[in-house]
């Protein structure tokens, strides 16, 4: 994926931006909506969206800020793990980027990427249940609120995109 306006550019990471992806978990405030990984596994991560960049369609990319390049933070397209007729759409962006319209530029973008590749999946998303600006940011860009999802020992909102 690569996506440009004049706000965000959407690209592939490069193998030396390991430190810019592990900076973004650093912060408790970023995290605090995410399941609980180790460092090892965010390494692990991100080692696995290279290689899923030789794969195909769909990974996790960079997101940086158009006018000086500085890193905004991840986001993903892939299978759903607990429907994987469905392709699931994500983001975590750093703190000094939240508020800011931005999340809602990165769900767009994620969106139309999807429906680039003219599959009939549907595109959904999760959230955890007290992270109501994502969840803002999900209806905003045309997503609908199903039953929650079940999911171990949690529940998390479940949003579909209602295709046109």
Known sequence: MHYQDDTIIIREFTPQELPLFLS????????????HKTHQEYIEMFEKALSD??????SRWGIFNAENNDFIGMGVARIFADHPEQTEIGYVLSENYWGKGVATLVCKALVGYCLSLRETKDIVAVTDLDNIASQKVLVKNGFNRMENLARENEELAYFIFQKN
């Open 24 to 35: 973004l978990f650093e912060n408790k405030n970023v995290t605090s909506f995410l399941p």
């Open 53 to 58: 960049y030789k794969e195909g369609s769909l």
